[in-house]
C-alpha cells in the first residue's frame, strides 16, 4: 500500500510553509501573500507557484542572503505537525509490511528532508534549486498543482505500477491529484481543520471522487488511525 501526503495544511496546520528565513527577513504570511499578488499583478509570474518563489528568492536577495541548503533549510527541525503525526507514521511505518510513505509538496524538497518525520518517509518530491558549489540559483523543478499527478505516476512506476494508493489533501491545489487517484481506482482522503477547509472538500466532492473527509487527527484512535488500520486489514484479507 502507497499513501501519498500533501504536506502543508495536511501534516502541518499551516497552508502556507513557515520558512524561518523568510520571517527573519521580515514577512509573515499576510505581508508574503500581499507581495505574491503584485507579483501576478504585474504579469512577472504566471501563476501563485511562478510568484511564490520569485518573491522567496528576490527577498533573501534584497537582504544580502545566499540561498542555500543551510539557509532554506532554517528551522525545518522545528516545524509543527498536526496532532498525532509524529506517531501515526512512526507507528505504520514499523508495523506494517509492504506499507510506504510518500511526500508531493510545492514546498522545498530539502526543507521536508531535515523535519523530524523525515525518517518514517519512503521520499519526497517538491521543489528544487539549481546547485552550483554550495550556493543555489534559480528554481530547477517546480511542483505545481498539475506537476503532482506526473510525480504521483513516477510513484506508482518505482512500486510496479501499483493502484494501490491513497491520497491525502486538504485544498483546492489538491484537485489534480485528486482527479488523478480516483480515476485509477486509489483511495483519496480530505483533511479538514475549519469552516473553510469543509466548504473547499464539498466543492472538490462534487463528482465523489473524495473518498472520506477527516479532522485533522492522526492521533491513535482517531478516524485517521481506524481508517488506515482498515485498509490494512482489507490488504491482508485479500492477500489470504
Known amino acids: 500500500m502507497i499513501i501519498i501526503y500533501d504536506f502543508d495544511g495536511t501534516l502541518t496546520p499551516y497552508s502556507l510553509p513557515q520558512y524561518e528565513i523568510l520571517k527573519k527577513c521580515g514577512y509573515d504570511d499576510d505581508r508574503l501573500m500581499e507581495r505574491i499578488k503584485k507579483e501576478i499583478k504585474k504579469g512577472n509570474a504566471k501563476e501563485i507557484y511562478d510568484a511564490y518563489y520569485k518573491c522567496y528568492i528576490d527577498i533573501l536577495s534584497e537582504n544580502g542572503i545566499t540561498i542555500s541548503r543551510d539557509t532554506a ?3 525545518a527541525n522545528q516545524v509543527e505537525f498536526n496532532p498525532g503525526v509524529v506517531d501515526y507514521l512512526k507507528r505504520f511505518q514499523s508495523q506494517a509490511t509492504g506499507m510506504k510513505h510518500y511526500i508531493v509538496t510545492a514546498g522545498i524538497k530539502d526543507y521536508v528532508e531535515e523535519t523530524s518525520i523525515s525518517e518514517f518517509i519512503n521520499g519526497v518530491y517538491g521543489v528544487t534549486f539549481k546547485q552550483k558549489n554550495e550556493e543555489w540559483g534559480d528554481i530547477e523543478f517546480l511542483l505545481t498543482d498539475k506537476e503532482k499527478v506526473n510525480v504521483i505516476k513516477k510513484v506508482q512506476n518505482e512500486n510496479k505500477g501499483t493502484n494501490e494508493i491513497i491520497y491525502f489533501g486538504d485544498g483546492l491545489t489538491d484537485n489534480f491529484a485528486f482527479e488523478y487517484v480516483h480515476s485509477i481506482g486509489g483511495k483519496n482522503v480530505f483533511i479538514k481543520s475549519n ?3 469543509q466548504k473547499t472538500y464539498q466543492k472538490l466532492n462534487v463528482n465523489g471522487m ?3 473527509c477527516f479532522d485533522a487527527d ?5 478516524d485517521i488511525d481506524k ?3 482498515k485498509q490494512l486489514e482489507n490488504q491482508k484479507d485479500l492477500e489470504h
Do not use: A, P, R, T
Not at 218 to 222: E, L, N, P, R
Open 73 to 75: 533549510c532554517l528551522g
Open 195 to 197: 469552516e473553510e477547509s
Open 210 to 212: 473524495i473518498d472520506e
Open 218 to 222: 492522526f492521533k491513535i484512535h482517531s
Open 227 to 229: 481508517y488506515i488500520q
